[in-house]
Structures are given as C-alpha cells and as structure tokens.
C-alpha cells in the first residue's frame, strides 16, 4: 500500500498530488483569490484551504447546500486555515453558478474535486517513489477519476489500473477518465463497491474497517479508501487475481472525513 495519508496532517493523500499544478500556476500567475468547490465534507475544501494557507494566497470555497445551523469540522478547519466560505443551494451548485461575492472579484477557479488536466498531471506523480516494476496491477479509489487518469498515465504497460467507485454508479465512469489518458492504456472499474453511494455506508463495510485496522494498523476512511480496500479484500476471496500478482493500493488519505462519524463508530 502506497500511504499517502502520511504525507501530511491535512493536505494529506491525493488532494495536495491533485493540486500542486494549479496552485504552481496560480503562484506564477499571482493571483489574488483561489476559489474552489465541493460538499461539507470535502476533503478537496480542506485540502484547498491549508495549501491555500501554506501558499499565502486567500481562497474562497463554494460549498453545496445551504449553510447549515452547525458547521461540519471540514468547514469549521477550513475556515480556520482562512478560506472564505460561501454557500448555494444545490441547483446553483450544480448549475456551477459564481455565488455573488465572488462574481465582482478576479478570481482563479480549481474545478470541484481538482478534476481537470492540472489535477491529472499531478496526480501521476503521487507514483514518482514508487518501484513500479515490482506490481502487476495499481489499484485506488474513484470519485472524478482525477486521480485514476494520473495513475493510468504513468503506470507501465503491463499493469493494470483498476478503480473503484465510490458514487451509486455502475457503468460510465470510463468517459469521465478515457480524455486523459492514451487509447491503449489497461485500466478497469471494479463497480458494486459503493454501499449505497457517496458518503453512504453500511455496518459490514465498518466492520470490515475496524477489522482491517486490527490485522494491519493501517486506517482508513469511509468514504473512499474502506471501499477500496473492501473491494480489493472480496476480489481476492473470489480469485480474481491471478496466482503471483502483486497489486499496489493507493491510500489516497482522507482520513479527516471519519469526523463526520457518530463517535465510537471506528475503534481507531
Ligand atoms: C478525493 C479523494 C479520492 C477521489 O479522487 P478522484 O481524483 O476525485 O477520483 C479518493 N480518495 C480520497 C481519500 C479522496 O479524498
């Protein structure tokens, strides 16, 4: 497992891989507002703001829904690294509508999720410490596809990237990856691994966390990489990797959405 949620308390996992290029071009381009946007959960919000911080550049984020009587501990840490919260309905949201307090203000915009060219171009390089000829298949977690596209592009041509997606999908989320990346690229979506959608879960897929906390001491989050490592756990018991494989997991972090769990939930 590739343990990219120790790279750091906050910006940790894909997110901080997913936006150094913007943030690089922001810089060179001295913007003076990064804005962004993404749900009350989001670890791209988080991420955004503390790199946003460490940068010293202000930033803005958008968030889904109405603003709520008591602010998520991802808005509240958010706002303490200094973003600007602003809140829309969600078909506003959707619309991908500039609240108005943004509109008059120059501003650069990172797409939600950091899904975009930058955002790919980044995250291939979350493999740059990694002895890739030692794995037969790459295995993470998708929500934009953002990250897969960067792993699919700089895997070997023998490996095999398989995703799995967190949304209440079960087909076309190749389109969402395939502008990325070269026609030939190997790459797979391992759908059925959602328990009931984004952000949903259910008391087998906490079990399963607690437990493969227990075996391994490695946590996870159950938004994304409990579901990975869920789908990657059911994969082998069905046999679907053949005898010497070696499959490299992306913890891809995002540990700080566990907060939004009833307390004692996860035993770690
Ligand atoms: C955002 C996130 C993902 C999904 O990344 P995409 O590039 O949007 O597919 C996966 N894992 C974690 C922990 C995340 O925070």
Redesign the pocket.
């Known amino acids: 497992m590739l343990r990219t949620d120790l790279l750091h308390p906050v910006i940790s996992?894909?997110?901080w891989y997913?936006l150094r290029y913007y943030l690089e071009a922001a810089v060179r381009d001295r913007v003076s507002l990064i804005g962004t946007r993404g749900g009350a959960w989001s670890?791209?919000i988080v991420a955004t703001a503390a790199a946003c911080k460490l940068q010293g550049i202000p930033c803005a984020g958008i968030i889904r829904g109405e603003e709520p009587a008591s602010w998520s501990a991802t808005l509240l840490e958010a706002r303490n690294y200094g973003m600007e919260l602003y809140f829309q309905s969600r078909t506003d949201f959707s619309n991908g509508l500039i609240p108005e307090g943004l509109q008059q203000r120059d501003h650069y915009l990172i797409p939600e999720?950091?899904?975009g060219e930058p955002g790919v171009h980044g995250?291939a390089t979350m493999l740059d410490p990694v002895q890739l000829k030692d794995y037969t298949h790459i295995m993470c977690?998708?929500?934009?596809?953002?990250?897969?596209a960067g792993l699919i592009r700089r895997a070997l041509p023998l490996q095999q990237v398989i995703g799995v997606p967190v949304l209440k999908i079960t087909a076309g989320m190749e389109a969402q990856i395939q502008p990325y990346i070269n026609a030939s690229a190997s790459f797979r979506m391992a759908y059925g691994f959602h328990f009931g959608g984004y952000a949903k879960r259910t008391d087998e897929l906490i079990r399963f966390m607690n437990q493969f906390h227990a075996q391994t001491g490695i946590p996870t989050?159950f938004v994304?990489?409990g579901k990975l490592c869920y789908a990657f756990h059911s994969m082998l018991t069905r046999g679907e990797f053949q005898p010497g494989s070696n499959v490299l997991l992306i913890h891809?972090?995002?540990l700080q959405g566990n907060a939004s769990l009833p307390a004692g939930t996860l035993n770690y």
Do not use: E, F, L, V
């Open positions: 996992g894909n997110k997913k670890n791209h999720g950091g899904y995250a977690a998708a929500g934009t596809g953002t990250m897969m989050d994304y990489t891809s972090g995002g």
